[in-house]
Each structure stands twice: as structure tokens, then as C-alpha cells.
């Protein structure tokens, strides 16, 4: 009796205790008594009464307990005939062809007076290759829906309703000190007048420092976080300049001013900590870094391509590289740790990966603020920052005969929309 109990009811406790009563009642007319008397002996008094009750009453009225007539229901394409399916006449409960009806399973008498069809939702395409070309109507139907939900919810996404949203500074080192040993970067204006053009349509009010030393760049950030953000809802910071590695506990790198003397990265981000810029605090602070992390080339590896989109035979591509430099005078240390608040609603972007030169065109401007400027101009509208971004590293790491990769650290809380 047990394991027919276990094997009947292995689905859910409810089956088992529907077995149970079920064996109970056919292993004769004591079974089910007894097993009441037991209930009220250990003081199960309230489901003892309960059954007591639906036996008594199955005793009085043995039809009510009597297996339904239950008709079947054959489900056919529309316009099948039902000679085809082996239905020798038309059943008045099937649909006729081009008029579809509720299908409900059950006895007629159970039936509700008024029957709904289903609704059914269509179906969700699926996603789109994260590429970097142009827009499509698969963005506008499969992206636009979802992203917008988030728009709407601050739970999901920071909102960025003000206008200006906030405030952008761009800060151009093009032309270095010779003691600095730093060379001209050549191509750098273009970069920076494609950022001020697109943040400017993103609804930023931009900002352009040229040719700062170190001691002025952590200057000017410091007056930009000292100042009154509370009626704005976000902040961005982009740096061109050369870049080389720095020691870092959090943000790793370290960009050079005119004096050829580095600022941290870690260092330009805790300026606008929580303590340093109370006035945003849970507000987006995005860092974007056009500079070297390093002076190692990537060759990459082999892959079946063709010449890369964008590469042209008479570019000029040069690092913003310079060798790693460590100790004492030569790098800013990090803040101590104590100092080091957790990182909240920040994100930095790098234009490569730590260690690795960052290429720039002197022509065209940097492979990564081209293709960051395009990206936004292209898909801003419909994708959330971090899309944007994963878009921005596919496209750069196809260019070149050296290869690029961009990446982030990413301490954001929410998803990021630009206004457009």
C-alpha cells in the first residue's frame, strides 16, 4: 500500500494524501473509520471532522462522485475537413473553417457563460548580431519595445530627463613640452571636434580644455566636480592625451599632461567621488580615455577577412604610447585605500586594453573616438550604453594590421539612455 502511495502520488504530497484515501476506502468498509479514529487520537481533530464529513455525505449521495462524461475535442488545422481526420459528421463543437472559438476541456455543465478566446502574444524574434552597422528595422521592432520599458522604470534605467542633462569636458592635449620627450598628436582636434559635436546633440553642455599640464588637468576636474550638479542628471569626462601604464588599485593607467608628468586615472575618477561631488551623487559619471594603457603592439592572430573596412593604403596610424615609468617623482600614487570609496554609478572607457597602445590616424582621428562617434550617431536613439559600447570594441578590433581592443570598467547601477 505504501509504495503504491509513493508511485501514485511521486508528483506532489496532494496525490499522495488523494491515494491514500482512495486505498482506504477500498480495503473495506472499517479502513476509513478507523484511520478518522486515529486523526482524532493524535489530536488531528479538524482534518478528522473534514473527513468524516465527505464520507458520510458520499455515502447519501454515491452519484455526486461519479466520473464525469467527458467529451473529447479534436483540434484540426482551419479549412481540414473532418471526413479527412475519420469524423464520419461535423461536430457542432468544432470551429468551422476561417472562425476560430475557445476550445474548453470539461464537462458542458462546467462550462462559463460567456467563453473568451485565448490571446495569444507574438512571438519574440530573436536577437540581433551586435555589429557596427547602420540602423535596421530589426533595432526599431525588437530593441525600441524593450528599451523604452527601461526608459520608463528608474528602477532599471537612471533617468535622464533634464535639459541639459549634464555637463561634458574634453579635455585636448595635442602639443607637449620637448623636455617631455611626448610627441604632437597629430589628428587629436578631429577627435575632439567629433565629441563636442555629438555630445552636444546628446543634450550635454560641452566644455574644451587644450594642452594642459598635469597640475591644471587635476585642476580643471576638480572645479567640474566642485560645481552645482543638482539640477543635471549625469557628467562625462573625455581625455586625449598621451597614456602609459601607473600602478592603481580600481582604475588602471594613467594619462600625461603637456609637462610630460602622468595623472592617474584612478585618481581622476575619485574626484568625483561621493565626498569630492556630493551633487552627484546616484548620478552617471561616464570617463571616456582616448591614451595608451601601454606600449605593447597587438598583432592579433589570423582570421579569414578581408582588408579592413575604413583601413585605407595611405593612413598613418601612430601610438599614444610612452614607456611604463614606476617609482618615486615619476607616477602619481594612488589615494590610500581608507580614501577609496567603493565605486557607485561610474563608468570608465577605455580606447584599449591595459598594456596595449592606443592607435590614432593623423588624418582621420583615433580608430576608437571615430568609431565611438559613429556608434552613438547611428544607435544612441534605441541602446543603452553598455550596447553602444560592446558595439564600439567589434568594430575597432576588426581595423588595422596591429590590433585594438576598447574596454570598460563598468560600476554602473542601472542601464544609461542618452537623450536624443
Not at 447519501?60 to 462524461?69: G, N, S, T, V
Not at 576638480?222 to 586625449?240: G, P, Y
Not at 606600449?295 to 582570421?303: A, N, R, S, T, Y
Request: hydrophobic share 35%; charged share 20%; with cysteine.
Amino acid at each position: 500500500m505504501i509504495e503504491e502511495i509513493q508511485r501514485a502520488g511521486s508528483g506532489s504530497r496532494r496525490d499522495q494524501a488523494r491515494q491514500l484515501i482512495t486505498d482506504l476506502e477500498t480495503r473495506g468498509s472499517q479502513a476509513l473509520s478507523l484511520f478518522i479514529s486515529c486523526l482524532e487520537d493524535t489530536g488531528q481533530n479538524m482534518l478528522a471532522s473534514l473527513l468524516r464529513t465527505s464520507s458520510q455525505a458520499a455515502r447519501q449521495h454515491p452519484e455526486a462522485i461519479r466520473p464525469l462524461d467527458l467529451k473529447p475535442v479534436v483540434l484540426r488545422p482551419e479549412g481540414l475537413k473532418p471526413e479527412s481526420l475519420g469524423v464520419g459528421k461535423q461536430d457542432p463543437l468544432m470551429p468551422t473553417p476561417g472562425k476560430l472559438v475557445p476550445v474548453v476541456l470539461g464537462p458542458k455543465e462546467l462550462w462559463p457563460a460567456k467563453l473568451r478566446p485565448e490571446v495569444l502574444r507574438p512571438e519574440v524574434p530573436r536577437p540581433v548580431d551586435i555589429g557596427s552597422g547602420g540602423l535596421s528595422d530589426v533595432c526599431e521592432y525588437q530593441v525600441v519595445g524593450a528599451q523604452d520599458r527601461a526608459k520608463g522604470n528608474a528602477n532599471l534605467a537612471y533617468v535622464l530627463s533634464a535639459d541639459p542633462c549634464g555637463r561634458c569636458l574634453i579635455v585636448n592635449n595635442v602639443h607637449f613640452r620637448r623636455e617631455s620627450g611626448l610627441r604632437t598628436r597629430t589628428g587629436s582636434s578631429v577627435d575632439c571636434e567629433r565629441l563636442q559635436r555629438r555630445f552636444h546633440l546628446l543634450h550635454f553642455v560641452v566644455e574644451v580644455e587644450c594642452d594642459l599640464t598635469a597640475k591644471q588637468m587635476v585642476q580643471a576636474l576638480v572645479e567640474l566636480a566642485q560645481r552645482d550638479h543638482s539640477a543635471l542628471d549625469c557628467c562625462v569626462v573625455v581625455i586625449l592625451s598621451h597614456g602609459c601604464q601607473a600602478s592603481h588599485l580600481q582604475f588602471p593607467g594613467a594619462v600625461y599632461g603637456t609637462d610630460g608628468c602622468p595623472v592617474s586615472v584612478e585618481r581622476i575618477v575619485n574626484i568625483f567621488n561621493g565626498t569630492g561631488c556630493p551633487s552627484l551623487r546616484g548620478k552617471p559619471k561616464l570617463f571616456f580615455i582616448q591614451a595608451c594603457g601601454g606600449e605593447q603592439k597587438d598583432h592579433g592572430f589570423e582570421v579569414a577577412s578581408t582588408f579592413p573596412e575604413g583601413q585605407t593604403p595611405d593612413s598613418d596610424p601612430e601610438p599614444d604610447a610612452t614607456p611604463f615609468q614606476e617609482g618615486p617623482g615619476t607616477v602619481d600614487q594612488p589615494d590610500a585605500m581608507s580614501s577609496l570609496p567603493t565605486p557607485s554609478d561610474i563608468l570608465v572607457s577605455y580606447s584599449t586594453f591595459p598594456g596595449f597602445v592606443s592607435w590614432r590616424d593623423t588624418k582621420s582621428g583615433s580608430w576608437y573616438i571615430e568609431t565611438l562617434d559613429s556608434v552613438f550617431e547611428q544607435w544612441a536613439h534605441c541602446e543603452d550604453l553598455q550596447t553602444l559600447l560592446l558595439r564600439v570594441a567589434n568594430a575597432v578590433s576588426v581595423k588595422g594590421i596591429y590590433k585594438q581592443i576598447p574596454g570598460c570598467f563598468n560600476f554602473l547601477r542601472k542601464k544609461l539612455f542618452f537623450k536624443t
